[in-house]
Nanobody
Framework: QVEIVESGGGLVQPGGSLRLSCAAV??????????MGWYRQAPGKQRELVAV???????NYGDSVKGRFTISRSNAKNLVYLQMNSLKSEDTAVYYC???????????????WGQGTQVTVSS
């Protein structure tokens, strides 16, 4: 079992910045995380990819955030950050952190999800 702990959401003006943090904490036996990242869901829309980072340092970004958002990892590999710059109103959504091991990733299984953190971009 893995607990996902998210932080860093909030209200920001258009053009501003926020940083989200996500920690994956194994409960019980070890869980070898392969890939962690962020997805988001706006009201009335499907959940979409924001950014993910694998343990071999491969990244994947959603088209709408390329060039504005950056995902990175701390020295503790189960802690990732999402730096969001040049925020737009359309970035408003609940942001969810996700963690998967190799087995889950290769079989497109859900993995573990956080509860979500609200990001609101508004003047």
């Amino acid at each position: 079992q893995v607990e996902i702990v998210e932080s860093g959401g909030g209200l920001v003006q258009p053009g501003g910045s926020l940083r989200l943090s996500c920690a994956a904490v194994a409960v019980g036996r070890n869980f070898d995380i392969y890939i962690m990242g962020w997805y988001r869901q706006a009201p009335g829309k499907q959940r979409e990819l924001v950014a993910v980072l694998s343990s071999d340092e491969n990244t994947n970004y959603g088209d709408s955030v390329k060039g504005r958002f950056t995902i990175s990892r701390s020295n503790a590999k189960n802690l990732v950050y999402l730096q969001m710059n040049s925020l737009k109103s359309e970035d408003t959504a609940v942001y969810y952190c996700n963690a998967r091991n190799v087995y889950q990733h290769n079989r497109d299984l859900p993995g573990y999800w956080g509860q979500g953190t609200q990001v609101t971009v508004s003047s």
